[in-house]
């Protein structure tokens, strides 16, 4: 049970920094911050193909709570990085 809670919060958190990053990557393009975007698409791309080995090899059709982890994730950390740090 223990691990499983593990699984679901580090899904949820790897979902969350991935929207972070994107999110701010869109804030840093509008700026004209064009190395500091690439930069962040270098990480963007290795979370996405580390999210994609793991669904492939590890996520069954019945893990909705994994993936509902990690869309909760997406949004709590689009939501922050909007509402909560200061452009």
Known sequence: M???ALK???????GFLEMF???QR???ISKGKSVAAALLVFFESLIAFWIIFQIVNNIK????LII???SAGNAI???INLEKFPF
């Open 8 to 14: 679901v919060a580090g899904y949820f958190g790897v």
């Open 68 to 70: 509902a982890a990690y």
């Open 26 to 28: 869109t804030y840093w």
């Open 2 to 4: 223990i691990n499983e």
């Open 21 to 23: 990053l994107a999110t």
């Open 77 to 79: 950390g689009t939501y």
């Open 61 to 64: 059709g019945s893990d909705f």
